[in-house]
Nanobody, 119 residues
């Protein structure tokens, strides 16, 4: 069973940066490749969960308009991990960030990591 473990959240001042990590624990490498759809979502208090960024096995990426040019999604296949580099963070980026990986038929979620942007 796929287990996703996020890390890297925390408190940061406006304009600061954080890098989130999501490791596919209990995954062998072939399983990691099978999970072709890899993504970060976030959910702010009182709001619905929203898609932040996606990356596929061929390296194609997509971003929500609200984070484009500030956030970068990447992956390290050898570590079975995806990352979300977040720059120029603003208070509206405050949310719980979730990792998601799936193969098109089913997907798995991490438990989330809190990101708080505040002075």
């Amino acid at each position: 069973q796929v287990q996703l473990v996020e890390s890297g959240g925390g408190l940061v001042q406006p304009g600061g940066s954080l890098r989130l990590s999501c490791k596919c624990a209990r995954c062998i490498l072939s399983t990691f490749f099978t999970l072709n759809n890899k993504a970060w979502y976030r959910q702010a208090p009182g709001k619905q969960r929203e898609l932040v960024a996606t990356i596929t096995n061929d390296g194609s990426t997509n971003y929500a308009d609200s984070v484009k040019d500030r956030f970068t999604i990447s992956r390290d296949n050898s570590k079975k991990t995806i990352y979300l580099q977040m720059n120029s963070l603003q208070p509206e980026d405050t949310a719980v960030y979730y990792c998601n990986m799936g193969d098109g038929d089913s997907d798995s979620w991490g438990r989330g990591t809190q990101v708080t942007v505040s002075s």
